[in-house]
């Protein structure tokens, strides 16, 4: 099966082991994966601050990146979910719209695509260690994406995972939001913090290195010594 | 009072209510308790989403044919001896209702809740024509003698706890007895009592009105609505226009997804239906009923985007379920409607100047778009409203422009991001200290200020799979 890999803003910039281990982990289970050279943001940034005119310009480039691609899969379901948007944002837009449908139909947020399309559930990782899993909003409550990282996190070999209390609270990361609105920001990721630390985990494990940046920041601020992970290094450990 | 509450700026507003510990913990414990409780009825009634589906194909279908079902709800009240007028702002609202008051010479008004009187600042109105209002929902009876306004659409007096509601009793009314919530309320009850055998009208809200009879649906837990509507001989039931259902069968439909929505409750203890005047074998009622139907800028939402904005039927559980509600209190918001809806709803009603940064006072994270009984997709509201922020109404500042254009430029030229995937750690290395950035530069501020910020690697991804690729072609 041929992928390619939408490594994502923060991924290619801040921590590119997270694709290192998304590469690795498709290749462990038959994936054919490249990396469109082409690609760049998903357009987020611009399009959640009301600058719909200046984020079409980036998908429009995401587009044609990823023509070719059989599937796209990505380290982070709130990029993944900008893309399944394009066909809307760009409706207005002829030609673009097909182009925008192709895309957002085939791409997958990397535990989405391990469940639903390679259907594995157990990726024979060994991970030793407690974590906490904070399930982001996007991943959750837009693409629809809970039970797949669930799954897979429960039977990584080693790993015992200890429930975070109000999970489903935002972190307060929103993008532009957390420099917009810093000051609500803070106290919204000083609350997350306080709930990774009630749990006494050694890891915190999350799906999107936006959110994982906000409260790991915050986290180290306050010397908290929970190492931050994304699911893909979990994963794809040995 | 009116929509907007208060005269100070949105930074402060946010920094009062970051500060104030107290109503942070208030609103914490009560939004635990709310989200508890709705999604605990939601699970006994079961099949949430299919409900949630018809309670929205139900409003959906009201508003789009609103134009009928108003006017064969004032021909239904009509019929039954009620008078209905339609009020274009809250001036006329307010210059009807005051006329009403004018020819009845009353002198004490009592009201049950309602926010719709809040937004067209009915109160003020009636005391500047002589009038002596009282409110007797017991938490509006309480902001009303500490001139506070509501700061959560359902339980209005939410950022207060039972010290500081003493105090206020004391101060106000002489109360001397100790802070117990049961002693609270029925000192409350025994001064209210007083006012409903008193009043020369009686004013109350409308959560629903079925058009095919002409009935006015209160929803209450205090059941001070049904004094406010039996014991004075006048009756004024005032409305937003959209507050609407064409059948009883819509009633129940949407009354049991609002008290479970709002306060995890099968039923509130009150359900209250009123049609028309006291008929001639009847004991009680109205002798004269006045059903004022208010638009003040709703019709003009009706056909646009934002359409299912009015859909929503005040149950508060966007609000209840917001992170950022929870942290800054619903006074941060600056309007009598706060929380995600009141984001939406304001910019609508009252204009953007005044209230611009509200759409921007939320992560997107939709727990308010999840939590939604009538499923308006209130997220995506905010970020039309964004939008129209930045490219019709142009409020946004020349730095944010100039960064966005930039990002425009940067995310659609491959060439350009490839640089800046290269660039960004050296540019950034005289703020980084042992890989991190615990004050940073211009956008960063904001972010810093808070948290620390990592480092960009020392190789980017696409640099090391270039290096991949090229070892393995060798």
Partial sequence: MKVSLFITCLCDTITPDVGKDTIQLLERFGCEVDFPAAQTCCGQPAYNSGYKKEASKGMKQMIQAFENSDYVVGPSGSCVQMIKEYPSVLKEEPGWRERAEMLASKTYELTQFLVDVLKVEDVKSTFKGTATYHPSCHMTRLLGVSDAPRKLLENVEGLTLIDLPEKEDCCGFGGTFAVKNAAISGQMVQEKADHIASTKADYLIGGDMGCLMNMGGCMRRNNQEATVLHIAQVLNSQ | ??????????????????????????????????????????????????????????????????????????????????????????SEANAYIQEVARKKQAKKVVKSKSMVTEEIGLNKALEESGCEVVESDLGEWILQLDEDPPSHIVTPALHKNKAQIRETF???????????????????????????????????????????????TLVTNEGNARMVSTLPDTQITVMGMERIVPTWEELEVLVSLLTRAAVGQKLTSYITSLTGTRLDNEVDGPEDFHLVIVDNGRSKIIGTEFQSALHCIRCAACINACPVYRHVGGHSYGSIYPGPIGAVLTPLLDGYEDHKELPYASTLCAACTEACPVKIPLHEHLIRHREIIVEQEHMTTKSEEILMKGFAKWASTPAAYQLSTKMARTALSPWTKGGHIEKGPGPLKGWTAERDFPAPAKKSFRKWYQERQKRRED
């Fill in chain 2, 170 to 216: 004391a101060n106000k009314k002489g109360y001397t007895q100790t802070d117990d919530p049961f002693e609270l309320a029925a000192f409350a009850r025994e001064q209210l009592r007083e006012d409903f055998l008193n009043a020369d009208i009686g004013i109350t809200g409308c959560n629903f009105a079925v058009a095919e009879s002409g009935t006015a």
């Fill in chain 2, 1 to 90: 009072m009116s929509i907007r509450i208060g005269d100070k700026p949105y930074a402060d507003r946010i920094k009062d209510g970051i500060g104030n510990d107290f109503m942070r913990k208030a609103v914490s414990s009560a939004q635990g308790r709310f989200r508890t409780g709705r999604l605990k009825a939601a699970e006994e009634l079961g099949d949430w989403e299919d409900w949630r589906t018809l309670g929205e194909e139900i409003r959906h279908h009201t508003m789009e044919n609103l134009d009928y079902y108003l006017h064969q709800l004032s021909e239904q009240v009509e019929k039954r001896g009620g008078t209905v007028f339609f009020a274009q702002d809250a």
